[in-house]
């Protein structure tokens, strides 16, 4: 059993920076594949970043986001840069035992989401 606590969201202006972090609970953080997905009101929940192991972005987030992991302190991360309104959404942090890919299906645990705002 994984837990997940998503931190590190809030209201930025557009063009502004967060780091999101996802602490997890459990002795065997190495081996999840750790991911980032979002959910905008009316829309489906996308693939943002993953430590899949590799880091791997969607096209959309490439040169503005960056993943990152620390083993040693259960936590990954997502430094999101030069935001935009359009990147308003709830950010979710999901863990996948081995492997992990960009389909939400195949994350076996997830967060409870962390809202990220960004004003115009």
């Known amino acids: 059993q994984v837990q997940l606590v998503e931190s590190g969201g809030g209201l930025v202006q557009a063009g502004g920076s967060l780091r999101l972090s996802c602490a997890a609970s459990g002795r065997t953080f190495s081996s999840y594949a750790m991911g980032w997905f979002r959910q905008a009101p009316g829309k489906e929940r996308e693939f943002v970043a993953g430590s899949i192991p590799s880091t791997y972005y969607a096209d959309s987030f490439k040169g503005r986001f960056t993943v990152s992991r620390d083993n040693a302190k259960n936590t990954v991360y997502l430094q999101m840069n030069s935001l935009k309104p359009e990147d308003t959404a709830v950010y979710y942090c999901?863990?996948?035992w081995g492997w992990g890919t960009i389909k939400s299906t195949e994350y076996e645990y997830w967060g409870q989401g962390t809202q990220v705002t960004v004003s115009s």
């Open positions: 999901a863990a996948a």
